[in-house]
């Protein structure tokens, strides 16, 4: 505290004591510094140093005593009572910091931790006694650590060194990056040492064959530990729904059929059984046997898709077929089921085989007669009456 008694240096302030003690009476308390006597002139500081010996309540006392001459007044002003967070006082705390290595890479986390205090701050402004700092440039980095005991108020700092080092540079190509589904992309990674894909693989180049447009990741190593990553986007175009079709799928030996692609822009058929080679949306065809024919259709972006047609192959020499005299219609013709029979009437009709059985044999009373071929075998059948003949295919 400061004190004044008077300019002309009286002494008749015989002393002027500072005490500490658990209770709020002289006698229990003990003397921390005392001025004996008290001469001030101008203010005059009177401090002293005490030892806590056990946690409690303390009060502080001050006493004076004045005699009858001299100065009449003592002043005391600024009353105020520290705690030194000097290193002998033993109230600062004593604060060691570490990290998880003495080397990190730039722009990664780094771990550190520090011990000794109650409340730690981080020069990047991190808290705790873990935190997660960041390295933020090449070379020597230096994090430190500011550790505060919360009874005292006292702080003492301590730092972290890491040696910091640049992260590879990747890069990361597809070739194509553009592909119709089901073709393989190989991807290319370089500038690390170790390499490991996000769809496995851990060398620089492997072979993909996405199902559709995707991105793929790759994280490289340098030869410092330090780790970086790089992805790359893949394109894949879907495949052109390629459908082929043919006016007449069963036919007779020596006869044709035409054949027609959709779904492309562009079609190929190539022949199971000689592997002839045709072109176009539609082209004929006359197999002497049964045959299978593969259409392979290409759209705008290139890409490729197939499809089979089966063309049969009947003998037909189980009955001669003739025109006759009468104009006989059949509709439709090949038919899955039902077929309408115009230009009989009054005649009998039989539906023949091509072994020659009859099958189905009825009087036409009218202008128009309808079948129903549901039940019947796929194959070739005949409409005979009189010595006309019209052939009939079920599909």
């Known amino acids: 505290m400061y004190f004044a008694t008077d300019f002309a240096g009286n002494n008749n302030w015989s002393d002027l004591t500072i005490s500490i003690g658990n209770a709020q009476t002289a006698a229990s308390q003990v003397s921390v510094v005392a001025a004996q006597p008290a001469i001030s002139g101008n203010y005059k500081l009177l401090s002293g140093l005490f030892t806590v010996p056990s946690s409690g309540l303390y009060y502080m006392g001050i006493r004076a005593t004045g005699g009858t001459a001299g100065a009449p007044y003592l002043m005391i002003d600024d009353i105020s009572i520290t705690i030194p967070c000097t290193p002998a006082s033993g109230n600062a705390p004593t604060v060691t910091a570490q990290g998880s290595a003495q080397t990190g890479c ?8 520090a011990f000794g205090a ?4 981080w020069s990047d402004n991190s808290t705790g006694s873990s935190a997660v700092v960041t390295p933020g440039f090449l070379g020597t980095n230096t994090f430190v650590v500011v550790g505060t005991r919360t009874l005292t108020g006292c702080a003492a700092t301590a730092q972290v060194l890491v040696t910091v080092y640049a992260p590879p540079v990747l890069n990361v190509v597809a070739n194509p990056p ?5 073709k393989n992309i190989i991807l290319t990674a370089s500038g690390a040492n170790i390499y490991n894909w996000n769809s496995g693989g851990s060398t620089s180049q492997i072979v993909v064959t996405p199902a559709g447009s995707t991105s793929y990741v790759v994280v490289g190593t340098a030869t410092n530990n330090c780790t970086s990553s790089a992805s790359v986007s893949v394109t894949v175009l879907p495949l052109p729904a390629i459908d082929g079709s043919g006016t007449r799928t069963m036919i007779c030996v020596g006869e044709s059929t035409s054949l027609m692609g959709s779904g ?6 190539i022949s199971s059984k000689n592997s002839n080679m045709l072109q176009g949306t539609t082209v004929t065809v006359s197999p002497g046997s049964s045959d299978t024919y593969t259409v392979t259709g290409t759209d705008a972006n290139g890409c490729q898709n197939t499809d089979i047609v089966t063309v049969v192959v009947e003998e037909c020499s189980g009955i001669t077929q003739h025109t006759g005299d009468a104009r006989i219609t059949v509709y439709p013709n090949p038919t899955t089921g039902e077929v309408v029979i115009e230009g009989l009437a009054g005649q009998q009709m039989d539906v023949v085989d091509m072994s020659g059985r009859v099958l189905l044999s009825r009087t036409v009373t009218g ?29």
């Open 106 to 113: 730039l722009g990664q986390p780094f771990p550190v931790s």
């Open 118 to 121: 109650d409340v730690y701050e």
């Open 178 to 182: 553009v592909v119709c589904q089901g």
């Open 264 to 269: 492309g822009d562009t079609y190929v058929w």
């Open 367 to 395: 202008d128009t007669e309808h079948i129903n071929l549901t039940e019947f075998a796929n194959g070739v059948y005949f409409i005979k009456a009189g010595i006309n003949v019209t052939r009939l295919i079920k599909e």
